[in-house]
């Protein structure tokens, strides 16, 4: 079965702009979390839709936001980009909002701000 | 506060000898998951192991190993016999009360040949 599909692999934007990352889960999975990875801060947790609502959130600023469509298709967005949102941007899914399950990773957005 | 430690930035061995990458982890839950994901240049996070804090067995799965110490607050993970396509970042990660993944910083693994 298809794993998760993240789109675009990369991308470059300009400080300031706005960007939509997507994510694709696998089928039948209802859990996506979206996780940020940089050299300085290693992995960290943004947020975690199930079925279509937020149940976790990280500790970033509200220029970062997401959604979760009836599909289970998750987009993320970030507004008036800086240079420190460049980063390798991580989408996992799992069958339930569980530890007790596992989470598959997409092979992530790599995000440049110039 | 929720805290995974991976001292060892990074680890150099020659094929075929044995490797432990160190996972020390922080929580005042009673009930948490630990983890260990391989992350390869592609990028991708590749699942290798839970374990919940009522689980101390330790657990062996090919020429991987794992070493779950509460008493010590541990989550040891050994590689036997090491392999060129060991070589990978590892990232050991406690899931906490909200579900959230905390990451340690990730142990990078060359396996020269």
């Known amino acids: 079965k298809a794993g998760v599909t993240q789109t675009p692999r990369y991308l470059i934007k300009t400080r300031g702009q706005q960007v939509t990352l997507s994510c694709s889960p696998i089928s039948g999975h209802r859990s996506v979390s979206w996780y940020q990875q940089t050299p300085g801060q290693g992995l960290q947790f943004l947020f975690e839709y199930f079925s279509e609502t937020q149940r976790n959130k990280g500790n970033f600023p509200g220029r970062f936001s997401g959604r979760q469509f009836s599909n289970s298709r998750s987009e993320m967005n970030v507004s008036t980009l800086e240079l420190g949102d460049s980063a390798l941007y991580l989408c996992a899914s799992s069958l339930e909002a569980s530890p007790n399950t596992e989470a598959f990773f997409g092979q992530g957005t790599r995000l440049t701000v110039v | 506060a929720q805290k995974v430690t991976q001292a060892q930035t990074e680890i150099s061995v020659v094929e075929k000898e044995d490797v432990t990458l160190d996972c020390v982890y922080e929580?005042?839950?009673?009930?948490?998951?630990l983890f260990w994901y391989k992350q390869p240049p592609s990028g991708e996070l590749v699942f290798l192991i839970r374990?919940?804090?009522?689980d101390e067995q330790n657990e062996i799965s090919g020429r991987y190993s794992w070493n779950f110490q509460k008493s010590t607050s541990s989550f040891n993970f050994t590689i036997t016999a090491s392999q060129v396509v060991d070589s990978a970042v590892y990232f050991c990660?406690?899931?906490?009360?909200?579900?959230?993944?905390?990451w340690g910083a990730g142990t990078k693994l060359i396996i020269k040949p």
């Open positions: 990660a406690l899931s906490d009360s909200n579900y959230q993944l905390i």
């Open positions: 374990r919940n804090s009522f």
């Open positions: 929580t005042r839950d009673t009930t948490y998951y």
